[in-house]
């Protein structure tokens, strides 16, 4: 099993930054990508980024371009999502997740999910 936890989010203006981290525990060993997932009320849970063990593949959803960045540290077994220019329709609780495969955009895809956190952007 492995256990993630997540840290980071809060409140921030529009046009603001923020950083979340997830540290996995447990048999990380087994892990391959790690991913980013949002969720607002009232709506699915949604593909924010993932990238692989080795960090050579990153994908990210177009609402997120250009303004996210999605970083991993496999000596601290953490993965990182950088948010600038955050925008009111970046509010949701953002869930990191670990798959023991290459992930993708599909939630149902991975197999071990963090907290969740919540990211609320006034503006």
Known sequence: QVQLVQSGGGLVQAGGSLRLSCAASGRTFTMDAM???????????????????????????????????????????????????????????YYCAADDGPGGRWFKSYDYWGQGTQVTVSS
Do not use: C, H
């Open 35 to 93: 991913g980013w997932f949002r969720q607002a009320p009232g709506k699915e849970r949604e593909f924010v980024a993932v990238i692989s063990r080795s960090a050579s593949n990153l994908y990210y959803a177009d609402p997120v371009k250009g303004r996210f960045t999605i970083s991993r540290d496999n000596a601290k077994n953490t993965v990182y999502l950088q948010m600038n220019s955050l925008k009111p329709e970046d509010t949701a609780v």
